[in-house]
């Protein structure tokens, strides 16, 4: 029978499956491990990020890097990761495996999976990872995410189906917030909103406070919206570390560098290549294309898809797309088109002689086919059968830059009490979320512990693009319990409110 769609505000915490509990110990046994341990260190602490061309931003990283350095392992590996926070005055962090299906208190989204882990403190994660594919980690903590916080994470298949010679990792990013549009607005925005802030003294940051801050009060009225809103500008406004006038908004970075002093990848002609490609950026979705090639999408979001051919794939915040190029001979653009904002990020491929192309490059190829996620199917292998749907939850999505106040099924989530009105399902279920979006931007929603499947075969994904006034739904099976987030992938909206928590009971 189906069960009734609204979020059952009756239900007390006790009543849901405990995040280190006996049942999420059962499923987590039941994983294929290879019995071998993986051992990582991420150290987030300031940092003096160069960015190339000159530009060096003061942040926040780990070990000194943005993208970190990559954690690749085996499929049915155990990670073991140990996070030492050496982030400054006391700001708690934590680390979110992004897209892994793994035992839910290690899923580090505080205070619902495990307490935060203190400035001067460590916590290890240690988890089985059994699906490969391809991920990345950052902190569930505020906007640490948008600071710099986030490394690649690869899954490797050991039985890997696709041939191919090389694989290169491409991460994308926005530094600083782009949402108003002209580089000039924002500035003005941030020089207006950042009275009283600390612009980038010795402590290496204003607004790093915020993740303390109280987003309910944020939220509750225009003027918090407003000033959270300056609040996440100033977080990367801090990144200048001086003076403002010479910054030129907003940065689209891949692998963290600008357009103007690209990072190179090298190769040579003739050679088939894997993209990893992964958008971390938290309000950007980028079309990417690589000047002179096609692509075949093979992977979003770590799982198969039915092969396609295009020129270009949208990749929207918190997706991964993993594609195949042949290479050509010659010096090429890859190039990621913030969509809707006029602004590129780009790295090059060489692979023989020639002059490398304009840091303006626009490569036709972005004006070519461009491929969306919903026009994916999900290989046969990874598909889920059909069957009938037990639970439905009906998931809206709310609000607006002019009043800063976005909220699913109208509500902005309490991180105080988060398990308040969760949408419940019980293990076995097959479930069905509607998302609709009432609001004029895109929402990237992202669960976690899961990967549902787009309705009517589509692919199978933890992130998916909302497009304003439209609705999609997705389907997962209930198989893996405990307290998982569902939210908005823009981290500012999910901050704000934008989240909510689908709890098994
Ligand atoms: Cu990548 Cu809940 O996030
Ligand atoms: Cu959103």
Request: hydrophobic letters at 40%; one cysteine or more.
């Amino acid at each position: 029978a189906l069960a009734a769609c609204t979020s059952d505000s009756g239900t007390t915490p006790a009543a849901l499956v405990d995040p280190s509990g006996p049942a999420v110990a059962a499923v987590e046994k039941q994983r294929k491990g290879t019995g071998r341990t993986h051992q990582v260190t991420l150290t987030a602490a300031p940092a003096v990020l160069d960015l190339g061309a000159g530009i060096t931003a003061k942040s926040w990283a780990f070990s000194g890097r943005a993208p970190g350095r990559e954690i690749r392992l085996a499929a049915g590996d155990t990670l073991a990761a140990e996070l030492s926070n050496q982030l400054p005055d006391r700001t708690a962090t934590s680390l979110h495996w992004h897209g892994i299906a793994l035992r839910n208190d290690m899923d580090g989204v505080p205070p619902v999976t495990q307490r935060t882990v203190r400035a001067g403190a460590n916590f290890t994660y240690r988890f089985i990872a059994d699906a490969p594919g391809t991920y990345f980690v950052h902190p569930h903590v505020g906007v640490q995410l948008d600071r710099g916080l986030y490394a690649p994470l690869i899954v490797e298949d050991p039985r890997e189906p696709l041939s191919y010679d090389d694989e290169w990792v491409v991460v994308l990013d926005d530094w600083v917030d782009g949402v108003t549009g002209t580089p000039d607005e924002v500035l003005a925005e941030l020089r207006q909103g950042m009275g009283g802030m600390d612009m980038g003294g010795d402590s290496g940051s204003g607004g790093h406070d915020m993740s303390g801050m109280d987003m309910g009060e944020a939220s509750a009225s225009p003027s918090g919206g407003m000033s959270m809103r300056f609040m996440l500008m100033g977080a990367e406004s801090a990144l200048l570390g001086g003076d403002a006038g010479d910054v030129k908004y907003p940065y689209h970075l891949v692998n963290g560098r600008v357009p103007a002093d690209p990072d190179v990848y090298r190769g040579r002609p003739g050679r088939r290549v894997r993209l990893r490609l992964i958008n971390a950026g938290g309000d950007t979705a980028y079309r990417v294309a690589l000047g002179g090639h096609r692509m075949t999408v093979t992977h979003t979001d770590g799982f198969p898809v039915e092969h396609q051919q295009v020129d270009t794939v949208l990749v929207g915040m918190g997706e991964r797309y993993d594609v195949l190029v042949a290479l050509g001979d010659g010096v090429f653009p890859l190039v990621a088109l913030a969509e809707g904002k006029d602004a590129t990020g780009m790295a090059l491929v060489r692979t023989g002689s020639g002059t490398a192309p304009k840091a303006t490059v626009r490569p036709k190829e972005l004006d070519g086919r461009m491929l969306t996620a919903s026009e994916l199917r999900a290989a046969d292998d990874v598909r889920l059968a059909s069957r009938t749907v037990d639970q439905v939850h009906r998931v809206e999505l709310s609000g607006g830059m002019a009043t800063y106040d976005w909220t699913v099924n109208g509500r902005a989530f309490d991180m105080d009490d988060p398990a308040a009105h969760p949408l419940t399902v019980e293990e076995g279920q097959r479930v069905r979320l509607d998302f609709v979006n009432s609001t004029q931007m895109w929402h990237p929603m992202h669960l976690h512990g899961h990967t549902y499947q787009l309705a009517g075969g589509g692919p199978r994904k933890d992130t998916a693009v909302v497009l304003p006034k439209k609705k999609l739904s997705v389907v997962f099976d209930a198989d893996n319990p405990g307290r998982w987030m569902l939210h908005c992938h823009n981290a500012y909206h999910a901050e704000v409110g934008m989240m909510a928590l689908v709890a098994y009971r």
